[in-house]
């Protein structure tokens, strides 16, 4: 059975950082492209970053480019994403997605998610 | 453009046939995915591709595409469809947004 589990969420005042990991299992991790995906609360989904299986492509969201890192550790089976310089609308639930696609394959549609770890920016 | 438009509500009679939309210029080239959330869940792939649905996913979903519109069709509505429904694509600049999302109620 697949399973994502998100942590490292938490209450960050602006301008500070915070790292988020999500714990994969269930399939080969790194047969699989992942990305983090974010929901304000009461708003709709947003694509926050991907990575492919080897991490050679990685991809940002507009709103998080330059801020954001998004990492993967394939021996321990780990996704992260560092967050710096966090600000107020960066607040939502943070969800750990895993791609459709297979080895060099990345096809941006995400077939499992975790359950979300939240990220609530305020001073 | 990035954008993607989706009506913010939709409603449709038990076991009736209901149409969600998904708008946006970046349709014309890739196609859109489809993901069901229900209160206090993850979101659920349901439809991605041309038309294919993930393993476990009812066969009364659909979807389909023309032109710069995405839909996703459920013939013959169950009450556990009601839910808020998000379209996803992605653009020639990288980025992979979201519809603004679809709740659709069953009467």
């Known amino acids: 059975e697949v399973q994502l589990v998100e942590s490292g969420g938490g209450l960050v005042q602006p301008g500070r950082s915070l790292r988020l990991s999500c714990a994969a299992s269930?399939?080969?991790?790194?047969?699989?492209?992942m990305h983090w995906v974010r929901q304000a609360p009461g708003k709709g989904l947003e694509w926050v970053s991907g990575i492919s299986w080897n991490s050679g492509s990685i991809g940002y969201a507009d709103s998080v480019k330059g801020r954001f890192t998004i990492s993967r550790d394939n021996a321990k089976n780990s996704l992260y994403l560092q967050m710096n310089s966090l600000r107020a609308e960066d607040t939502a639930l943070y969800y750990c997605?895993?791609?459709?696609?297979?080895?060099?394959?990345?096809?941006?549609?995400?077939?499992?998610w975790g359950q979300g770890t939240l990220v609530t920016v305020s001073s | 453009s990035s954008e993607l438009t989706q009506d913010p509500a939709v409603s449709v009679a038990l076991g009736q046939t209901v149409r969600i939309t998904c708008q946006g210029d970046?349709?014309?080239?890739?196609?859109a995915s489809w993901y069901q959330q229900k209160p206090g869940q993850a979101p659920v792939l349901v439809i991605y591709g041309k038309n294919n649905r993930p393993s476990g996913i009812p066969d009364r979903f659909s979807g389909s595409s023309s032109g710069n519109t995405a839909s996703l069709t459920i013939t013959g509505a169950q009450a556990e469809d009601e839910a808020d429904y998000y379209c996803?694509?992605?653009?020639?600049?990288?980025?992979?947004?979201f519809g603004g999302g679809t709740k659709l109620t069953v009467l």
């Open positions: 269930g399939f080969t991790f790194d047969d699989y492209a």
């Open positions: 996803n694509s992605r653009d020639s600049s990288g980025n992979h947004p």
């Open positions: 997605a895993k791609d459709i696609g297979s080895g060099v394959i990345t096809l941006y549609y995400f077939d499992y």
């Open positions: 970046s349709l014309r080239s890739y196609y």
